[in-house]
């Protein structure tokens, strides 16, 4: 939208005019009617943009200068003046000339739009917030807009939340999150500062890598709320524990925060396999046979939710993680959308099968067991295995990935990511994604989709795992990494502070840092050090299940962290 310059600007007295309100004062005229609605009528802010971009002029030390300022779509205003090419009204204080085509009459005349735009692939849906249909449309394909709501009108940002599009001759539901009202904005690069290897193009072909991390994904930046009554933890140190163990040791853990530095938990809530530690409500829309699920399930929907008000009540930033695509349980129960031969049998990666990412059914099932954790209260999502398996390049050949819509690996995880932030946020919940390191030190997604800038330009929370075991020697200029825990952390930090700085709205980094291999508590400190000396603060601990044994052998190590 063209920014427009005001023709008049003026301080007011304050409280005369209220923005995008009513002036409180009515006029009686003579005989009874009422001619103030006349005299200054109200208008609502029209723009094909979330927001009216307009230029305030003002003066500093005999200067003059320029700010901006956003006017929400649909902003209701009482017209000062009202002349036939422009008009003049009152908003946050400020007296502002407009041109009338910029104010219409009604807030349903706001919602006149003809068409809109994809910024990537999406998947239409028969309701508002209804399930995924199997048709797509494209970046930057044209939708022809047959309804919007008012109700669906955000009056703060202007965003519109749902509209009724037309494809194939029939209506269907869009978000809002990710549309332009043009082409031109739904197919702008919206990050020209990312770098990437080219490597896969031998495998896939010349143009593979900038396709897959560029062309189809979108790095149009997203701001991290923070949610006013679940405010978000950014100091957060945090030890993983699974849910069994919480409820087994649970006076242990209630106790460590008063012992150490630890003021939150990672608690995984769905696992490895693909079985639940909770006996969730919304497996039976997914699994024939859900049970399967359960046999390692220690709570109800109830009791988890008030576990997890216990331990928030004792102070604890609680999170909970989802074990997301390596699901045995998934994939031996839907091999229609799994990874498969190509005669559709099962394929074995690492002794397990595995859904495909590429699968809307399992993205639906993992969003859905995170929406019923959300609703108990819990302050984090975290999504852990956001990734196709490892290995895949040689056997391409001879697998069938369920690739339905041609999408790139990357682009898949972040559509993944996009519709699982979309679907939690009425819960007012964040939410992070676990990472692999290598893929960022090889500036790719090493063939498992972790892009790391995709990923990180998508989350509330981006949290690598580079543990020194991941590493081989030489890697980051360490000779020898496994035996420097602190210096991989330190190293790998450094790298990822510059990466981030590509991105305009970056998200909070919360690294996990390694707590098995009997390491020392010296030797944790030096980890915490490497992360507080890149400009990171917060940490999680990985320790496996968090048995209360392994923790203590280096608890000090917690104790006292911060480095000065």
């Not at 009152?90 to 735009?117: F, H, P, Q």
């Not at 695509?325 to 559709?344: G, H, M």
């Not at 800038?453 to 981006?462: C, P, R």
């Amino acid at each position: 939208m063209k920014k427009k310059k005001m023709k008049t600007i003026r301080p007011i007295q304050k409280g005369v005019f209220l923005a995008g309100g009513v002036l409180g004062l009515t006029i009686l005229a003579a005989g009874g009617y009422f001619i103030y609605d006349s005299i200054h009528p109200q208008k609502y802010i029209y723009t094909q943009e979330n927001t009216l971009s307009v230029s305030i002029p003002y003066i500093v030390d005999g200067e003059a200068a320029e700010k901006q300022m956003e006017i929400p779509r649909g902003t209701r205003i009482r017209l000062e003046d009202q002349g036939t090419q422009e008009s003049t009204f009152v908003y946050e204080g400020m007296e502002i000339t407009l041109e009338n085509r910029y104010l219409k009459d009604s807030l349903a005349d706001c919602l006149d739009i003809e068409a809109i735009y994809p910024r990537r692939l999406l998947n239409l849906r028969d309701s508002k917030g209804g399930a995924l249909t199997d048709t797509v449309v494209k970046k930057g394909e044209k939708l022809k807009v047959t309804r919007i709501d008012e109700e669906d009108l955000d009056s703060k940002t202007g965003e519109i939340n749902w509209y009724q599009v037309e494809k194939g001759n029939k209506k269907y539901w869009i978000s809002g999150y990710y549309i332009e009202t043009t082409k031109k904005l739904a197919t702008k690069n919206w990050n020209d500062d990312i770098t990437y290897s080219t490597y896969w193009d031998e495998y896939f072909g010349e143009g593979y890598s900038e396709d897959a991390y560029i062309d189809q994904v979108d790095y149009k930046p997203t701001v991290t709320q923070n949610y006013k009554d679940n405010p978000i933890l950014e100091n957060c140190n945090a030890v993983h524990v699974s849910l069994e163990n919480l409820v087994k040791y649970k006076d242990y853990f209630l106790s460590l925060s008063k012992e150490t530095d630890i003021n939150a938990l990672v608690v995984e809530l769905k696992g490895d396999i693909g079985y639940l530690w909770y006996e969730s409500e919304v497996v039976e829309n997914y699994l024939d046979d859900p049970s399967q699920a359960f046999v390692n399930s220690v709570a109800s929907v109830d009791e988890l939710e008030d576990l997890i008000k216990e331990f928030q009540d004792a102070g604890y930033y609680m999170i909970g993680r989802i074990v997301t695509f390596k699901d045995q349980l998934f994939a031996l129960q839907n091999p229609e959308e799994s990874i498969t031969d190509k005669e559709d049998n099962l394929i074995m990666h690492n002794d397990e099968y595995w859904p495909s990412p590429y699968s809307r059914k399992a993205w639906m099932y993992n969003v859905d067991v995170a929406k019923e954790i959300a609703a108990l209260g819990i302050n984090e999502i975290q999504f852990d295995y956001v990734r196709f398996p490892d290995g895949l390049s040689s056997k391409m050949d001879s697998i069938d990935l369920k690739n339905t819509y041609d999408e790139s690996k990357a682009s898949a995880l972040q559509g993944f990511l996009q519709y699982a932030k979309e679907e939690l946020d009425p819960y007012k919940v964040y939410v992070a994604a676990d990472v692999f390191a290598w893929p960022m030190v090889a500036e790719d997604d090493q063939d498992i989709g972790q892009f790391f800038l995709a990923m990180a330009s998508t989350v509330d929370i981006i949290s690598p795992m580079p543990y020194s075991d991941h590493f081989s020697n030489g890697a980051m200029g360490i000779d020898n990494p496994s035996s420097e825990p602190g210096k991989v952390i330190e190293e790998y930090s450094k790298l990822a502070y510059k990466e981030l700085q590509s991105l305009k709205e970056p998200p909070i980094y919360r690294s996990w840092i390694q707590g098995y291999g009997n390491l020392s508590p010296e030797e944790i400190k030096e980890q915490i050090k490497g992360l507080n000396e890149s400009g990171f603060e917060g940490y999680m601990v990985w320790f496996g299940f968090g048995v209360p044994d392994d923790l203590d052998q280096n608890k000090e190590g917690y104790i006292d962290s911060a480095i000065q």
